[in-house]
């Protein structure tokens, strides 16, 4: 979708640090890291909040959970423990309207998250 920065970086205009890739979803790392890791994984079909999925995007949002998963253990973080995150609108902090999984790991969090 025009004016979507996550399209741009899966279509290749636009730069990311691109950790893994299949035909669902691009995995990059956060710009703005909120912990030693944080990465995003982002499903290629453009789908702007988590109130669009249709019963017809369970693969994809499984997908993008095993990716996650898979990420993780990569990482090094799988053991310790990590948290995933999705954000839902502007009251919950989405800035990006693209939906996204936060990988974060390498360090503790507190709950609820500040
Ligand atoms: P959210 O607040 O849930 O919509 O998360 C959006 C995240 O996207 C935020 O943590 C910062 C990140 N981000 C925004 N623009 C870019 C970008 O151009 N490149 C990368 N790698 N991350 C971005």
Known sequence: M???IFCSIISG???GDIVFE???VVAFRDINPQA????LVVPRKHIATLND????DASIISETVLAAKKLAADEGVAEDGYRLV?????????????IHLHLLGGRTFGWPPG
Do not use: S
């Open 2 to 4: 025009a004016d979507c």
């Open 13 to 15: 205009d636009m730069k």
């Open 22 to 24: 299949n035909d669902t």
């Open 36 to 39: 030693p890791v944080h990465i």
């Open 53 to 56: 999925l249709t019963p017809e």
């Open 86 to 98: 999705w954000n839902c609108n502007r009251g919950a902090g989405q800035t990006v309207f693209h």
